[in-house]
């Protein structure tokens, strides 16, 4: 399912950048949850630990943002809101100029 929707995202992305000519997206991925937790960002399979990476973190998702267009933000379950908040202020001042987020949420019923 989750396969399915990643597929669902990108096609929504790059039917919007059809006139760019790359299409390769950013994949991002949040993780940490509660306070205790780490607030952690992988950036195309970069690791970051936030707050102690942040500047390292706003370096490489600039230079990324510079050469694609788009971005995929997938976060895990019982992510803490002030992991979400720092990691996208971040990910927002980069650059991106689309940003489709990726959920695996499952309703009920």
Do not use: K, N
């Not at 399915?4 to 950048?17: G, Q, R, Y």
């Amino acid at each position: 399912m989750q396969r399915l929707l990643v597929l669902a995202a990108a096609s929504l992305l790059t039917a919007s950048c059809a006139t760019q000519s790359r299409t390769h997206l950013v994949w991002i991925d949040l993780g940490g949850s509660g306070s205790t937790a780490p607030c952690t960002v992988s950036l195309d399979r970069r690791p970051f630990t936030l707050p102690a990476d942040e500047a390292a973190l706003a370096a490489r998702s600039a230079r990324l943002a510079a050469r694609y267009p788009g971005a995929l933000v997938s976060g895990s379950e019982g992510l803490s809101l002030a992991c979400y908040r720092t990691a996208m202020a971040v990910i927002d001042r980069a650059g991106f100029r689309r940003v489709g987020f990726v959920s695996d949420f499952q309703p009920e019923g």
